[in-house]
């Protein structure tokens, strides 16, 4: 089968287009022909050396985490009534930048009707994440709600959610293509982090906020933070710029502000996957594919959410 391989640790050009041999269900798992692969920005850390999270392994290997296709075969102790259902789910870590992948038959979702594949793929792990920090933070009708890197695959999920909540979204992007995404969702005050006065901006306009929900981290997660008032939260659940935003408790409670920690459960994220792919299915809730790459151009996927030049989900076309 055709397949993407991680030759070693490095940039963007060590993922190399090459041939694998199909794998084989175990006991409990799906073989899926996959048609969308995710494609995520921690899987360019990992690509370049860190561990993050489920990402680990040495090189040579598949890299790749979520994928959404049809059940061909199953493994001992599955229902053979999956074969031929389109289902998305995660690999665990590896193997998803291929036609075929093995997924755990217990650990995935079936697509609802009316709900494309490719969107059910960009919902899989950003609507969970966005459902989940929504829920973690409280957002409550009336809330001033900052997100950061409001234009990438979890924030534009986060833009529709928090407005749903009945709250105001304060949308922080990076230039002006994605300062225009955040507003066109429907945020009521959109700034560009670039400008640096950004934060000034942003106090003109609304003062202080309520939440801060940071993807972005180092620096421009500081400065959020110093953005909410009283009794505010905040959420830090990225760090796109390659450093957490390290606030220290004493700051926060200085300040009367908590540092939300979310530790989900299994049975938790299993319900906020489930509901996001409703919403998507209902037309409630609208994934943003901003771009999608061969897969034999993964190295170019990942080039391109490197630059900052991608827009909400990027995936790989199998």
């Keep these: 089968m055709r397949a993407v391989w991680l030759t070693e640790f490095g940039g963007p050009e060590v993922l190399v287009p090459g041939e694998a041999p199909e794998p084989v269900p175990g006991p409990g798992q799906v073989l899926v022909k996959v048609d969308y692969a995710n494609v995520t920005f921690v899987e360019t850390q990992f690509r370049a050396g860190l561990t993050v999270g489920p990402l680990r392994g040495e090189p040579p290997l598949i890299p790749g985490n979520g994928v959404g296709g049809t059940v061909v075969a199953v493994g001992p102790g599955v229902d053979r009534g999956l074969v031929g259902k389109p289902v998305v789910g995660s690999t665990g870590g590896t193997g998803g930048y291929a036609e075929r992948a093995l ?14 594949l490719d969107a059910a793929v960009a919902v899989l792990a950003d609507g969970r994440t966005a459902t989940m920090l929504v829920r973690a933070a409280g957002v409550r009708p009336g809330d001033r709600v900052l997100i950061e890197a409001a234009a990438g695959g979890v924030g534009t999920l986060l833009i529709q959610l928090v407005r749903a909540a009945g709250a105001r979204v304060v949308a922080a992007a990076g230039g002006p293509r994605k300062v225009e995404l955040a507003r066109d969702l429907g945020a009521d005050l959109v700034v560009d982090y670039h400008d640096p006065d950004w934060t000034a901006q942003l106090r003109a306009a609304v003062g202080t906020v309520d939440v801060v929900l940071d993807g972005v981290g180092g620096e421009l997660g500081r400065a959020a933070f110093e953005l909410l008032g009283m009794g505010g939260r905040m959420v830090s659940f990225g760090l796109a710029s390659g450093a957490w935003a390290g606030i220290p408790d004493e700051a926060a409670q200085a300040r009367g502000v908590t540092l ?3 530790r989900p459960s299994p049975q938790d994220l299993r319900a906020d996957t489930v509901h996001a792919l409703a919403e998507a299915a209902a037309g409630r809730l609208r994934p943003v594919i901003g771009q999608r790459f061969p897969l034999e151009r993964a190295a170019d996927a990942h080039a391109a959410i490197q630059s900052r030049i991608t827009l909400g989900k990027t995936l790989l076309t199998v």
Aim: glycine content about 12%; cysteine-free; hydrophobic content about 45%.
């Design 103 to 116: 997924v755990d038959a217990a650990g995935r979702y079936d697509v609802p009707a009316g709900l494309a």
């Design 260 to 262: 939300v920690r979310p």
